[in-house]
């Protein structure tokens, strides 16, 4: 069972990226997911999440109204849409699937974890 988060890379300040995070040996199509991020010297914190039907969608203050989560319950991926990006939003991005149908912003809520993607944002 994996997650595989991918779609990071190196952009401008004021850029877009597209983070996709997807399942492999089993489904999530049932589970809350989320996207969390650690940036160097920090602890990880949480960014977004989505429940299992695309609803109860929240956002971190710091990313709201630039970043877009959703899923493809089909394709067993969740998506980060990422816009207006900052120098702050530079970090490595992680996904995780709930242990429930809906996710929060609590790491504990989390039972599995990809293993992360680099984003940075050049100022």
């Known amino acids: 069972v994996q997650l595989q988060a991918s779609g990071g890379g190196l952009v401008h300040s004021g850029g877009s990226l597209r983070l996709s995070c997807v399942a492999s040996?089993?489904?999530?199509?049932?589970?809350?997911m989320g996207w969390f991020r650690q940036a160097p010297g920090k602890e990880r914190e949480f960014v977004a999440t989505i429940a299992w039907n695309g609803g109860n969608i929240y956002y971190a203050d710091s990313v709201k109204g630039r970043f877009t989560i959703s899923r493809d319950r089909a394709k067993n991926t969740m998506y980060l849409q990422m816009n207006s990006l900052k120098a702050e939003d530079t970090a490595v991005y992680y996904c995780?699937?709930?242990?429930?149908?809906?996710?929060?912003?609590?790491?504990?809520?989390?039972?599995?974890w990809g293993q992360g993607t680099q984003v940075t944002v050049s100022s």
């Open positions: 040996g089993r489904t999530f199509s049932n589970n809350g």
């Open positions: 995780a699937a709930s242990r429930y149908a809906v996710g929060n912003s609590e790491e504990g809520n989390y039972a599995k």
